[in-house]
């Protein structure tokens, strides 16, 4: 089990790494053109500690079988963009970044147990 929970988490770090590059270089265009994306480069690291506090707790809820947790982890990790995206005015959290998200959370949450195929478990709290 431990070799698995760590290839899946190698996996999620880099679907992060997309998700927040996709952030940053959208912010960048934006400014060469003058115009402000809405979020800040602090904004965009605060979502990255969201992201991986999501990932450290579903990774030890997988490694204890405890769905109880893993279900705690999705909730407060989707509660926890709403927030955050509502103070960057809604524009922190894209199309692209939406998919990336779900598809992170989605499938972290698996590894743990939750959710059957094709089910998505954020869209009782998400914003997004």
């Given at each position: 089990?431990?070799?698995k929970?760590?290839v899946e988490?190698n996996?999620?770090?880099?679907?992060?790494s997309?998700?927040?590059?996709g952030?940053?270089?959208?912010r960048e265009?934006l400014?060469?053109?003058g115009v402000?994306?809405?979020y800040?480069v602090?904004q965009?690291?605060e979502c990255?500690?969201?992201?991986?506090?999501?990932?450290?707790t579903m990774?030890?809820?997988?490694?204890?079988g405890d769905?109880?947790?893993?279900?705690?982890a999705v909730?407060?990790?989707?509660?926890?963009?709403?927030a955050?995206?509502a103070?960057?005015?809604?524009s922190?959290?894209?199309?692209?970044q939406?998919?990336?998200?779900c598809?992170?959370?989605?499938?972290?949450a698996a590894?743990a147990?939750?959710?059957a195929?094709?089910?998505?478990?954020t869209?009782?709290?998400?914003?997004?």
């Amino acid at each position: 089990m431990e070799d698995k929970v760590q290839v899946e988490t190698n996996n999620y770090v880099e679907l992060k790494s997309e998700i927040l590059d996709g952030m940053r270089s959208y912010r960048e265009d934006l400014a060469q053109d003058g115009v402000d994306a809405g979020y800040s480069v602090q904004q965009i690291d605060e979502c990255e500690g969201i992201i991986d506090r999501f990932l450290e707790t579903m990774s030890a809820a997988a490694e204890r079988g405890d769905s109880a947790a893993a279900h705690g982890a999705v909730k407060d990790a989707v509660l926890s963009l709403n927030a955050l995206n509502a103070r960057c005015g809604h524009s922190l959290i894209e199309t692209d970044q939406r998919e990336g998200l779900c598809e992170l959370i989605l499938g972290a949450a698996a590894m743990a147990g939750l959710g059957a195929q094709g089910e998505d478990i954020t869209e009782e709290w998400r914003e997004w």
